[in-house]
């Protein structure tokens, strides 16, 4: 069967290179897996009034397709050092209402991207971090950052076939992690 895998990228705006990359991906995947990317742009800011009944419609939509996913590919561009408040904000929203987090168990692969040959690194900690707290299964390998970005993506996709095969290695690596999971609970 043909895994399902959801895709989220903490860049809104339309040239975002971070998700051209998860384009590029989708392309790159072949029938290796499904990738859909869901926008985070009609996600409102987090608000514990409103995670458990009253959660907004594009809350619950996340939810949903964060638990239909047999994993999940996150991308973040790396702004002032940390992962952008925008995949945060979203991050918050599917780990609630307490107990309830969507992630759980969930085997999830971090990448970041960045005009600088950095690539992004230093918001990976951060993804480690919340992730462990959510908590979700982040797949445990080498990161998976992106220097020169820019410079990589041609029409909104990622092209550079150097850097595709680099995070193909991470998503071969979470569908690993995945048949794993499966494995494990087949067996208790
Ligand atoms: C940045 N950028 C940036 N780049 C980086 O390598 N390290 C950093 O700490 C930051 N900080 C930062 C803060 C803010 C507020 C912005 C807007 C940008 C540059 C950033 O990597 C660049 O704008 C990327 O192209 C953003 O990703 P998308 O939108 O192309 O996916």
């Known amino acids: 069967t043909q895994l399902s895998l959801l895709g989220l ?22 029938s290796r897996a499904a990738l859909d990317i869901f926008p985070l742009h009609a996600i409102p800011l987090y608000n514990e009034d409103d995670d458990a009944e009253h959660a907004p419609e594009s ?25 952008s408040g925008v995949l945060k904000n979203a991050l918050d929203w599917a780990s609630r209402p307490y107990g309830l987090s969507a992630l759980k168990g969930k085997p999830v ?16 900690q951060q993804m480690y971090e919340t992730l462990a707290s ?3 299964r982040p797949v445990f390998r ?16 990622l092209i550079d076939e150097a850097a595709l095969s680099f995070a193909l290695a991470g998503v ?14 087949a067996a208790a």
């Not at 990228?9 to 072949?30: D, E, H, K, M, P």
């Not at 692969?109 to 990976?124: D, K, N, Y």
């Not at 080498?142 to 996709?157: M, Y």
């Open 9 to 30: 990228s903490g860049s809104l705006r339309r040239a975002s290179n971070s998700t051209a990359v998860l384009r590029g991906l989708q392309n790159a995947l072949g």
């Open 59 to 83: 809350v619950r939509a996340l939810r949903s397709a964060i638990e239909a996913s047999y994993g999940v590919i996150m991308i973040s561009p790396e702004y002032n050092h940390g992962m």
């Open 109 to 124: 692969l971090t990448m970041t991207a960045s005009p600088a040959f950095t690539g992004g690194v230093r918001a990976q």
């Open 134 to 136: 959510i908590p979700a």
């Open 142 to 157: 080498p990161q998976i950052v992106i220097g020169g970005v820019h410079e990589k993506v041609r029409d909104g996709r």
């Open 172 to 185: 071969d690596d979470l569908l690993e992690e995945i048949r794993a999971a499966r494995f494990v609970r």
